[in-house]
């Protein structure tokens, strides 16, 4: 039986959405899974609401469109919910994760007709404490692959160690920095009571 995952990703331009759907498509992809991981382009500028997407399957993937109901949704930009329905055609079984630094139940409240799976994770947090700068994609990268079980745990870090050391091979500190960052956000992803 094919299993396939569609993941939808809201962030604003410079917050890394696009490149974090971009490494989950590869690392999925050295795990012998069929991927697709892509951006929805339009009038990008630094801070203007962008989109980014990935198919995950264990069989190939015959689809070539944006994803209208997706199975999990990132928010990596908490500030999106006043100003797009991010839950907009999820599936009913499906989660949306967001990056916050307030409970779950607060951003519920936020969320009008939502009734599905919700998580936060406080992005700011972990990769201030991990990389002493404020980049959400990494944390929200560990936080999906924790909600979805796209992969399993020991796999995600194994192959994003490989990722982070060939692309910092010069900078060793950037790779430990973001497997911290990784580890520390799949612990600290909270779902609603």
């Known amino acids: 039986m094919s299993k396939s995952v569609e993941i939808r990703w809201h962030g ?52 070539h469109s944006n994803i209208y109901e997706p199975d999990y949704v990132v928010v990596v930009d908490s500030g999106l919910i006043d100003v797009v329905n991010v839950a907009e055609g999820i599936k009913e079984d499906g989660a949306i994760i967001v990056n916050t630094h307030k409970s779950p139940e607060f951003i519920r409240a936020k969320m009008g007709n939502y009734k599905g799976r919700l998580y936060t994770i406080d992005a700011r947090k972990v990769s201030t404490a991990c990389l002493g700068k404020y980049f959400p994609n990494t944390p929200m990268l560990a936080a999906i692959v924790k909600v979805s079980g796209v992969m399993d745990k020991e796999t995600f870090f194994t192959e994003m160690e490989n990722s982070f050391s060939h692309k910092f091979s010069s900078k060793p500190e950037v790779i430990e920095g973001n497997m911290n960052a990784l580890k520390m956000a799949y612990d600290e992803v909270k779902q609603e009571a």
Request: no cysteine.
């Open 12 to 63: 604003r331009g410079g917050q890394g959405a696009k490149t974090a759907a971009l490494l989950l498509a590869d690392v999925a992809f050295k795990t012998g899974s069929f991927v697709q991981g892509f951006p929805e382009y339009g009038p990008e500028r630094m801070g203007a609401p962008i989109t980014a997407y990935n198919r995950i399957s264990s069989e190939k993937i015959r689809v």
